[in-house]
Structure formats: structure tokens, C-alpha cells
């Protein structure tokens, strides 16, 4: 069968696609995970706490498509990152996937019953289920940026050799929390375009203004400590991007500071970091300004510019490891083969404007402001 794209082109186009997809997941089920961890913070009743849960009960679960896609897409166009990563990372995917399913729970117990109490334990359900996964995704980025404490044997079996408490170094919960701060941000720029004017919209107006200030002070301090610690790996040797995927086959060892050299390389990859450092400015000024539209769009950009700095700062490495840089995992040595790559872009090209245009038409559709009013009246909202 003729290819007509090159294997060395395939492997670029996955390792964008695998960042458009976890971009994706961020921008639509990130903004669902910021409401529920504002959702204690921002609403003080019962018809508050409906508000809030309702501005997003219509999207959320139309939105885990991009983390399906995101994890199928690894599976498939990565399987030595798939393998090492969720088997070294089990405990934390646990976390992950325990509190993304006691949301959908919380989603559909919670109005089964009017007791306050029963309420209030499903509130705080789905607090955590907003909270854990925003926390520990980027927790997960710190790590990869430090590198993973995995190595490779002569036969490509993995071994992991970390804790779940050796995660969260102090680096990693500073990753953790910007992730925690993005999100929230995000979330609140959400209720600013979904919820009408009241005490529950000023309330995340105010968390929302804290939530950019504090994303913009963690990215900046983020960049700081990646240049002072010298952080990075580099290709040891020449590397033939058309090669077979084996990782023993490219060598790669740490080198201070060379996740800053993809900058001085290309400089056009400073945009990723100049949108991670406006976007919570424009939130801010359009929060301050109550402009809605300025201030979910300062979030959107804030996201997509902090989630691409972590990609092109690292590129070509994909998951370096600490404790055997030979064996980390990069675009040139751990995808699937040519024809795999070629197929499943053929697919994609099929299924992913599907899958947009289905996004923005639900949108659409759903879209308005919801009011107290319909809250307490409707027997449709939860």
C-alpha cells in the first residue's frame, strides 16, 4: 500500500493531533471541572447549588469524548507511552478515573432526594470529582517535565520505579495547582457567559479575578524554576526520524536547561508561552470589566497557551525518564508503524470534524443564560 505522507511527517502530525485532542479535553470538560470545584465556594442554597450544577449538566457528558479520544489516541499512535505511563502512573489514573465516576453518581443521585443533608454529601461529590482530576493531571505534567522514573529491560519491558507520594514533589504540586487555577478560571468564565447576573455570579467573579492572578503568578513561577533547575533532556545522538520505533535505538540523556532551547531554535513556538501569560490578563480585565465573552476567551486562551508550552518545550521527547534517559520515549521511537499511522489519519480526518461540529451544535443549542427562575420552576433541571 503507497503512503503518500512520509513516516517521519506521520509521527508530527500524531504528536500535534495528541495535542489538539488533550487541548480539547481541557477547553470542554475543563471548564465542567472548574464548576465543580467552584460549586461549594460560589453558591450558599439549595437553588445556588442547582444554578451552578445545571450550567454545565447539559454538556459534561458529551465532553469525556476528547479524554476517550485522547486516551484512544495514545493506545493507538503511542503504545510504549500508553504502556509506561498508565502502568506507572496506576494509582494516580485511579484517583483520576474514581472521581470522574462519582460525578456522573452525584450528577444523578443528588435531586433523587430533597434532604439537605443527602444533598449536601452529593455537592461535595462532585467537588471532588472537579477538584482530584484538575490536581492530579497536572501533577502528572510536573512529573513529565521533571521525567519519570522508568527504565526500559533489552526486551522493552517497562519497570517503574516510584511512589505515589514521590509524585508530588514540590515542583509537580506547583504544576498541580496551575492546573487547579486554570481550570477554575475557566470554569468561572463559564458561569459568566451561563448564569444570570446575582450573588452567585459576583461571588465567582471574585474567585475568578484570584484564579487569573493566581494561573499568571504559577506559569510565570513555573518558567522560573524550569530554567533555574536546569530542567531537560536531549537527543545523544543522531536520530533517524523515519526509523523503526524502538526507544534502544535513540539515545537521549539529561541536559540542563534544554527545555528552554526549542524556544531559541524556533521562535515561533514563543507563542504558546505569551498566550499562557495573556490569557489570564484578558480574564481578568474582561471580568473586571464584565465582559463575559473577554473574560471565557482570556481563559480559553490561557489553556491552550500553558498546555502548548509543555508540548514544545519538550519536543520530540514525549515521556523522558529520570532514572535512564536511554530509555525515554520521544516522537521518533515509541509511535506504531507507518501504516497504523496512516490509517487511523484517515479515520481522524473523518471523525474529528464530526466530533467538533457536534461540540459547537450542542453549544448552540444549549446555549442561554439560566435564571432562578427556571431553576426553581422546571422540572427538567436537576
Excluded at 495514545?74 to 507511552?81: E, L, M, R
Excluded at 496551575?178 to 474567585?207: C, F, N, Q, Y
Excluded at 479575578?209 to 530554567?227: N, Q
Excluded at 537521549?252 to 498566550?275: E, H, I, K, R
Amino acid at each position: 500500500m503507497a503512503i503518500p505522507l512520509d513516516y517521519e511527517t506521520l509521527r508530527v502530525i500524531w504528536w500535534a493531533l495528541m495535542g489538539v485532542l488533550l487541548i480539547g479535553f481541557a477547553l470542554t470538560d475543563g471548564y465542567d471541572l472548574g464548576v465543580a470545584t467552584l460549586l461549594p465556594f460560589v453558591a450558599k442554597d439549595d437553588a445556588e447549588r442547582r444554578l451552578v450544577i445545571n450550567s454545565v449538566a447539559a454538556h459534561w457528558e458529551g465532553h469525556q469524548v476528547w479524554l476517550i479520544l485522547g486516551g484512544g489516541a495514545i493506545f493507538a499512535a503511542w503504545p510504549f507511552v500508553y504502556a509506561v505511563s498508565f502502568s506507572g502512573f496506576y494509582i494516580a489514573m485511579f484517583l483520576v478515573l474514581a472521581a470522574l465516576i462519582l460525578r456522573p453518581v452525584a450528577f444523578k443521585y443528588r435531586s433523587k432526594h430533597s434532604d439537605a443533608a443527602w444533598r449536601s454529601r452529593w455537592d461535595m461529590a462532585l467537588f471532588v470529582s472537579g477538584l482530584v482530576p484538575a490536581l492530579v493531571f497536572g501533577v502528572a505534567v510536573g512529573n513529565v517535565l521533571l521525567g519519570v522514573p522508568f527504565r526500559l529491560d533489552d526486551n522493552l519491558r517497562s519497570f517503574y520505579e516510584g511512589t505515589l507520594l514521590g509524585l508530588f514533589t514540590p515542583f509537580a504540586l506547583l504544576s498541580g495547582l496551575l492546573s487547579v487555577a486554570m481550570l477554575v478560571l475557566h470554569g468561572a468564565g463559564w458561569l459568566a457567559m451561563k448564569i444570570e447576573d446575582g450573588p452567585v455570579l459576583e461571588r465567582a467573579r471574585k474567585i475568578g479575578s484570584m484564579a487569573a492572578m493566581v494561573a499568571l503568578l504559577l506559569f510565570a513561577l513555573g518558567g522560573v524554576a524550569v530554567a533555574q533547575a536546569g530542567m531537560g533532556f536531549r537527543l545523544g545522538s543522531v536520530v533517524d526520524t523515519a526509523g523503526p520505533s524502538n526507544p534502544h535505538y535513540a539515545h537521549a540523556v539529561a541536559a540542563s536547561g534544554a527545555w528552554l532551547t526549542n524556544y531559541a531554535a524556533q521562535p515561533w513556538t514563543l507563542f504558546a508561552p505569551l498566550m499562557g501569560l495573556v490569557g489570564p490578563i484578558l480574564a481578568l480585565v474582561g471580568i473586571r470589566g464584565r465582559n463575559h465573552l473577554l473574560n471565557f476567551g482570556g481563559s480559553a486562551l490561557a489553556t491552550v497557551g500553558i498546555i502548548a508550552t509543555v508540548g514544545l518545550s519538550m519536543f520530540p521527547f514525549i515521556l523522558p525518564s529520570s532514572i535512564d534517559p536511554g530509555s525515554s520515549l520521544t516522537v521518533w521511537n515509541a509511535s506504531s508503524s507507518h501504516l497504523t499511522l496512516w490509517i487511523m489519519l484517515l479515520v481522524t480526518v473523518v471523525m474529528l470534524p464530526i466530533v467538533l461540529a457536534y461540540t459547537a451544535w450542542a453549544i448552540k443549542v444549549l446555549f442561554g443564560r439560566l435564571t432562578m427562575r427556571e431553576i426553581q420552576t422546571s422540572p427538567d433541571f436537576y
